[in-house]
């Protein structure tokens, strides 16, 4: 079965920057929208930062000029480039991909993406 796959994370001290990327384990259909999630420990999973098909790009506030989402929906890759990183940002970051528009509606969100990736730690240390 297809999934998504992350690299990029790791340690970084607290103003540093990392880039995480996301990109399918094999062959995977149309894609509409992708995102990226983090779930730190304790918390509830949350969304970070959303590609849709239309090429819009949103975020959740705590994010807004820091993070950047870019990516190629139609191949199922997906960067975030994280700077001026603080500890709060440290948390399991996961990206997923759905072929249907609905996925790329911001207010819906979360919804439950049909594909996932298995995680990748960030840890942001002060």
């Known amino acids: 079965q297809v999934h998504l796959v992350e690299s990029g994370g790791g340690l970084v001290q607290d103003g540093g920057s990392l880039r995480l990327s996301c990109a399918p384990s094999?062959?995977?259909?149309?894609?509409?929208?992708m995102a990226w999630y983090r779930q730190a420990a304790g918390n509830q999973r949350e969304i970070v930062a959303l590609l849709s098909g239309n090429g819009r790009t949103q975020y959740i506030d705590s994010v807004k000029g820091r993070f950047t989402i870019s990516g190629d929906n139609a191949k199922a890759t997906v960067y975030l480039q994280m700077n001026d990183l603080k500890s709060e940002d440290t948390a399991v970051y996961y990206c997923a991909a759905d072929p249907n528009s609905r996925s790329g509606d911001w207010v819906l969100q979360p919804i439950s993406y049909e594909y996932w990736g298995q995680g990748t730690q960030v840890t942001v240390s002060s």
């Open positions: 094999g062959s995977i259909e149309t894609i509409y929208s």
